[in-house]
């Protein structure tokens, strides 16, 4: 089971928007609509930001949100702050024999 | 509040065992399943296996099978994760992480680093 594809790294300046991208299979990301998306700080444990593809915990900003169309999966941030400068992951469920939950390779995110 | 708290970090040998746990406060702890999810230094999020808290009903991930063992004891409220015949590609940060939907982790452990060094 391979992980989810996400591009290393992605870039933008404060207030502006950034789409990170998650491609999957028909038996993960595209089979279902279990896409959640988690944010790491340096040294720090994952945080939820989005689960179910779109839908936001309490106390998540409405600047990021999520969506999906066919095998891929996004995360939205718009208005970028420096804050926003972390890791981000994607995980989908999956019907793989081998595993239930399969998680992106993380991207990489940069506010310049 | 809601927490997770997980033992300290632990340093073993090749071909040990190591066995983390993940004390649970703030929520009825067998409402909801826990997962274990490890990360190799620099690399990314790794899923190992869940727990249901309520029945004990475990879901390993296949290349761990036969290794890992998780388990709960409703009467702390505290999750365990074993991992044996431990080898160098062990060495990760493991997080527990309550399971707020099936594949969702809403709340997560402060991590527990393990090194297997000889």
């Known amino acids: 089971q391979s992980a989810l594809t996400q591009p290393a790294s992605v870039s933008g300046s404060p207030g502006q928007s950034i789409t990170i991208s998650c491609t999957g299979t028909?038996?993960?990301?595209?089979?279902?609509?279990?896409v959640s998306w988690y944010q790491q700080h340096p040294g720090k444990a994952p945080k939820l930001m989005i689960y179910?593809?779109?839908n936001r915990p309490s106390g998540v900003s409405n600047r990021f949100s999520g969506s999906k169309s066919g095998n891929t999966a996004s995360l939205t941030i718009s208005g970028l702050q420096a804050e926003d400068e972390a890791d981000y992951y994607c995980s989908s469920y999956t019907s793989s024999s081998t595993l239930h939950v399969v998680f992106g390779g993380g991207t990489k995110l940069t506010v310049l | 509040q809601v927490q997770l708290v997980q033992s300290g970090a632990e340093v073993k040998k090749p071909g040990a065992s190591v066995k983390v746990s993940c004390k649970a406060s703030g929520y009825t702890f067998t409402s909801y399943g826990i997962s274990w999810v490890r990360q190799a230094p620099g690399q990314g999020l790794e899923w190992m296996g869940w727990?249901?808290?309520?029945?004990?009903?475990?879901n390993y991930a296949q290349k761990l099978q036969g290794r890992v063992t998780m388990t709960t004891d409703t009467s702390t409220s505290t999750a365990y994760m074993e991992l044996r015949s431990l080898r160098s590609d062990d060495t990760a940060v493991y997080y527990c992480?309550?399971?707020?939907?099936?594949?969702?982790?809403?709340?997560w452990g402060q991590g527990t680093m393990v090194t297997v060094s000889s």
């Open positions: 179910d593809v779109s």
């Open positions: 727990i249901s808290a309520y029945n004990g009903n475990t």
């Open positions: 028909s038996s993960d990301v595209g089979g279902y609509n279990y």
């Open positions: 992480a309550r399971c707020m939907t099936t594949d969702a982790f809403d709340i």
